[in-house]
Every structure is written in C-alpha cells, then in structure tokens.
C-alpha cells in the first residue's frame, strides 16, 4: 500500500518524539508526517542516566543507550486520536517490542498494539525490529522471526506498514534473507538505518565512559554514520528494483545538510528522515533542509524528488 509523505522528510522514531507535547511540536512543525518513539505494550522508564550524549566531540554524531523509554501504547493511541483531529499531516506509529509484565511473547505484542493503534487512527504503522540497547537480539537478526512479525501484523491490519531495519554491514547472507522475506509481505516501505550498535565513546577529562547504561555501549547516530546508512538505502533500493518489488526506502542516517539528503535520494531513498540533527536543530531543520532540496534540484534541473531517487551513476 502508498504513504504519500510531503514533504518526503520527517523525523526519525526516537529523539523528542515520546510525550504528547513532543508529537504536537512535531504536528506543528514543516515534517511531512509525525513519527512516534517506538512503543511498547506496557509503559517504560527507559535506561538509567545518562543515557543520551547528544552531540560527540568533533560532531561526529550522538550516542544512546535510552532503553525505549515510553508511554506504553494505549496513550499512544489517545495522542494520535488527539493529534489526527488537530493535524493533517500523515501520524506514524512506530511499535516495538520488549520484556513485559503480561508476558505476552513478541509476536503477540505487535498484534496487539498494532491493531490498536490502526484503531486510534493512525496513518501507517513503522515496526522497529532493530532496538539495540535492549539485552535480546534484535528481531532483525533473526530472519525467522521477522517472518512471523509480518505476518502476524500484515495479516491484522489495513493501513501501511513500514520495518525498520539496522545497519547489516558486512553481513551480505543476512541481509538478503531478510530482503528475500520482506518480499513476501505487503511492506509500503523500509527504513534503515536504525543507530550503529554497540558503539562508545570515552571522555578523557574524566576518563569515564559517556553514558551509563550497558557498560557504556550505545547506538550511534549523526554525521558519523552517513556512509552506512547510504550504503543500506542503495542495496535495499537495489534488490527491490531487481526483484521489482513496489517497497519503498525511506533513508535514516547521518543527514545534516541538504546535500546529505540529495545523497540518500540519489542512493534510492524516495523519503528521509532526520534523528540526530532533530535533537540538534529541533523543527526548523525540516523547512531548512527542504529549501536546501528544493534549490538543489531546481539548479541542477530536476523538477521533483522522484526524477533523482536511485539515480546514482557508477563510476
Ligand atoms: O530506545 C532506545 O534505546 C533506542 C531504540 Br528503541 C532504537 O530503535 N534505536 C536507538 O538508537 N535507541
């Protein structure tokens, strides 16, 4: 199924988008739709602080460790019914799982909250399959179980779903498993890349780790990890358009100038979205990068996005 977002850049699940105030602020903004923090079944305090160092030295991005900290799905479904008699805009719930006190396995989790949420009114659905800073291995690595994900959501509900994916790097086998399964489902679109896992920074001055949580180790974000990011946009869009799948890419990672973005359209996302640089910018990046877009086409030619998505030459 179509999700028609425009402008084609919103923000990314996670940074200020969990309370209700946050997704207004988002509401409000020049975002072209509105993407929850991913929740959960039950409410979560998220990780011991700190548990955020926003921006790294030399700006080379942000590392987290948050834990999914969240209102738990059903005020999730309030504020989108809330927000979709306010706002135009296209609301995205993006839903994870995680240990409950229902004990509900994963599958079921995402069952749930996924029909209610569709209920609420919400536009599209973003599964997160890709949270790493929880102790389980991430849905996303394990291609069985992102088979069963899909099917127990995409059986449920009507309105679009997307995945959201991590970064495969050099794991080309797992990688195409999980592309191959996607292609068995009704999937409007892919995002990736969650955050770089098991990453750390050091401060020297206190010669202490910069967060707490999980020894330290964190998911990064940010400029640091633009290259990866366009390297999974490119192999995604690459095995859709081969095996002529209609899933969108939608390009996360390392976007701060409205180069990086031409960078992800050319590589074949047809929508970005902004995580690190919205924790450094708020709102006002949306209108920024979108001008900066928009004057770059317009110069070089092109009349919309769509005439430059995937159109990277080799060399
Ligand atoms: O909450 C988090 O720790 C978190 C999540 Br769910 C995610 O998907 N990506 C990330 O960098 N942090």
């Known amino acids: 199924m179509r999700l028609s977002i425009y402008p084609p850049i919103t923000n990314a699940s996670g940074p200020n988008s969990v309370t209700r105030e946050e997704l207004e602020r988002l509401a409000q903004s020049a975002s072209g739709a509105v993407v929850t923090k991913s929740m959960t079944h039950c409410p979560r305090a998220g ?33 989108i019914s809330h927000l979709k008699e306010r706002y135009r805009k296209p609301l995205i719930a993006s839903i994870a799982s995680a240990p409950c006190p229902h004990r509900l396995d994963p599958i079921e989790q995402y069952r749930e909250i996924a029909t209610a949420l569709e209920e609420s009114g919400a536009d599209a659905l973003e599964l997160n399959l890709s949270c790493p800073n929880l102790e389980e291995v991430p849905i996303a690595m394990d291609p069985q179980s992102v088979r069963h994900v899909l ?6 509900v009507k309105i679009p779903v997307g995945v959201k994916l991590p970064p495969y790097n050099n794991t080309p086998k797992l990688f195409e498993e999980i592309a191959r399964i996607l292609l068995e489902f009704e999937i409007a679109y892919v995002a990736t890349i969650n955050s770089e896992p098991l990453t750390l920074d050091i401060d020297v001055k206190t010669r202490t780790k910069v967060i707490r949580p999980n020894d330290g180790f964190g998911g990064l974000g940010g400029p640091a990890v633009l290259p990866i990011a366009l390297a999974e946009v490119h192999r995604f869009y690459r095995f859709f358009q081969k095996h002529r799948a209609r899933i969108a890419v939608w390009g996360v990672g390392g976007i701060v100038t409205a180069e990086d ?4 359209f050319l590589a074949g996302a047809s929508v970005i979205q902004i995580g690190t640089l919205y924790l450094w910018e708020g709102p006002a990046a949306f209108a920024r990068l979108w001008a900066g877009v928009q004057e770059w086409l317009h110069a070089n030619g092109y009349n919309s996005v769509e005439e430059l998505v995937g159109t990277v030459k080799d060399l």
């Open 47 to 79: 990780n011991p602080e700190p548990r955020l160092r926003e921006r790294l030295p030399n700006n080379i991005g942000s590392l987290n460790s948050m834990g999914l900290p969240n209102l738990g799905y059903h005020q999730y479904a309030q504020i």
């Open 151 to 156: 099917k127990a959501v995409t059986r449920e």
């Open 261 to 264: 973005a031409i960078k992800h």
